[in-house]
Structure formats: structure tokens, C-alpha cells
């Protein structure tokens, strides 16, 4: 599946959070986002200012011991943290694949983990670290958006 690629830079977790905001603007139900990205490239950053957009319940916080954090908002926000995951199909266990028709919002952390299971017509969003306050991000997406 061809890909429209657009790249973008942050310059604090402020920018992150503000991107983060617009880019959910531009989101649909039963979309999955894939976070690639190193330790503190700024997912869990990102996934904040999408739960602002979305008037989420709580904010959003790294899902890396409970596996999933769910929010409630104008939209239900499914947020996966696949660190843990020793075995892509462990994540079947957590009814993934019941999440991507719940009409919500799907953002996955690590997905390159349980890579087999990520949907094709998935967005990408690879997040790279420069310093303490920037963030480079390439976004792969198989609709035009507006970055």
C-alpha cells in the first residue's frame, strides 16, 4: 500500500503535545496509529495532546505495565504499550483485534513488536529523539492530511 509521507519537527514537549492536537483533528473512527520510536522519542507526548482533541476523561499517561490504558472522551482512545510483549500474538490475548472495530481511536507504542498484527491501512508515525527538546516526525499515512 503506497504511503503519503510528510515529515515535521518539534522543538519542546509543548509543540509534541500541540501536534498531537491537529493530528487528531484529522483522525476517524477505527483508525490505528503506530508510535515507532525509541525511549523518550516523545509517543506517550503525542498520545496526550490526541486525548486533549478528543476530550478525554484523564491524561494520558505510558501503558507500559498495564499493557492498555483506555480513556473515555468524544471518542474512545485505546492506547497499547507493547514494550512488555514477549510474543506478537500475546497481544490477541488482550482482544486486540476486538479494539480496532470498537469505533475508537487506536494508538499502539512499540508495534514493531507485534508487527504482524498492525493493519496495512495503519498510520505510522516514527518519532526520533535529537535532544532534550527536539523531536523529529515522519508521519506515513495512506490518506492525504493536512501537516
Request: aromatic share 10%; glycine share 4%.
Amino acid at each position: 500500500m503506497n504511503k503519503h509521507v510528510y515529515r515535521i519537527k518539534t522543538q519542546s514537549p509543548e509543540e509534541t503535545v500541540a501536534f498531537g492536537r491537529v493530528f487528531a483533528s484529522q483522525l476517524r473512527p477505527n483508525d490505528l496509529i503506530a508510535l515507532y520510536g525509541d525511549l523518550a522519542a516523545g509517543k506517550t507526548t503525542f498520545t496526550k495532546g490526541v486525548c486533549e482533541y478528543f476530550n478525554s476523561d484523564q491524561p494520558a499517561t505510558s501503558p507500559t505495565f498495564t499493557l492498555i490504558n483506555e480513556y473515555a472522551g468524544d471518542l474512545p482512545i485505546f492506547h497499547f504499550d507493547c514494550y512488555r510483549i514477549k510474543h506478537p500474538d500475546e497481544i490477541m490475548m488482550l482482544g486486540f483485534e476486538e479494539y480496532l472495530e470498537k469505533d475508537g481511536i487506536v494508538l499502539v507504542e512499540w508495534p514493531e513488536l507485534i508487527q504482524i498484527h498492525i493493519p496495512d491501512d495503519s498510520i505510522e508515525l516514527h518519532l526520533t529523539y535529537k535532544n532534550e527538546k527536539t523531536r523529529e516526525i515522519e508521519i506515513r499515512t495512506p490518506r492525504r492530511m493536512e501537516i
